[in-house]
């Protein structure tokens, strides 16, 4: 069993909808990133959080950290949204990364 | 403030030649960290630097190397590559340890050919 998990793995939305992405982890931590990979691109940060919600435009973070569960929302879902989303779980000396979501949003 | 920064983005390789990849961390951050991403896998951890030191490395063979200078840059090394190399290296900074302030540079995509 992986140490982060992320679901769904593959997830199909129409312009406009609300979405969801789940992280669970079972690694101690301090904090949990989301990060965005566009086909072809490099990373980006998200959010870096490690207790409530944080929003940042039309997404939404939230961490439960006595359940160990990070939730990523999305509002009005658009094309360019589409993209890998990975949760990662930060160790003393590295992150632990989840195998990501890949969403496409379709017009 | 300037973001983590990588050199080149892009870089294209024969196989059993070397590659040296580039990293200039967030100012005042100490940590360097490399991870790589070949295609179709998730990321995996490579190196991590800190104050100059080798703290830890992931499972990846000795042709992996790398170092820290004096500012806190990061050098790369993979030497013999091998067509399975091809990926994309992603660097990350911190303060201190993974726990504070991570930050992602957008990665250099090596293509051994």
């Known amino acids: 069993k992986n140490e982060v998990e992320q679901s769904p793995q593959n997830l199909t939305a129409q312009e406009g909808e609300f979405i969801t992405i789940n992280c669970s982890y079972s690694?101690?931590?301090?904090?949990l990133h989301w990060l965005q990979q566009h086909p072809g691109g490099g990373i980006v940060s998200l959010f870096m959080?490690?207790?409530g919600k944080k929003k940042h435009g039309r997404l939404i973070a939230t961490i439960n950290i006595q359940e160990k569960h990070s939730s990523l929302h999305i509002t009005a879902s658009h094309p360019r949204d589409s993209a890998v989303y990975i949760c990662?779980?930060?160790?003393?000396?590295?992150?632990?990364f989840g195998t990501g979501t890949l969403l496409a949003v379709q017009p | 403030e300037a973001g983590v920064t990588q050199s080149p983005t892009h870089l294209i390789k024969t196989r059993g030649q070397q590659a040296t990849l580039r990293c200039s961390p967030i100012?005042?951050?100490?940590?360097v960290y490399w991870y790589q991403q070949a295609l179709g896998l998730g990321l995996q951890f490579l190196l991590w630097?800190?104050?100059?030191?080798?703290?830890n490395r992931g499972n990846f063979p000795p042709r992996f190397s790398g170092r820290q200078f004096p500012n806190y840059s990061s050098e790369l090394n993979v030497n013999a590559l091998e067509l399975e190399d091809s990926a994309l290296y992603l660097c990350?900074?911190?303060?201190?340890?993974?726990?504070?302030?991570?930050?992602f540079g957008s990665g250099t995509r090596l293509t051994v050919v």
């Open positions: 630097y800190d104050e100059g030191e080798e703290r």
């Open positions: 959080l490690s207790s």
């Open positions: 990662a779980v930060p160790l003393v000396d590295k992150l632990i």
């Open positions: 690694v101690g931590i301090s904090a």
């Open positions: 990350a900074s911190s303060l201190q340890r993974a726990n504070y302030g991570y930050t």
């Open positions: 100012s005042g951050h100490t940590s």
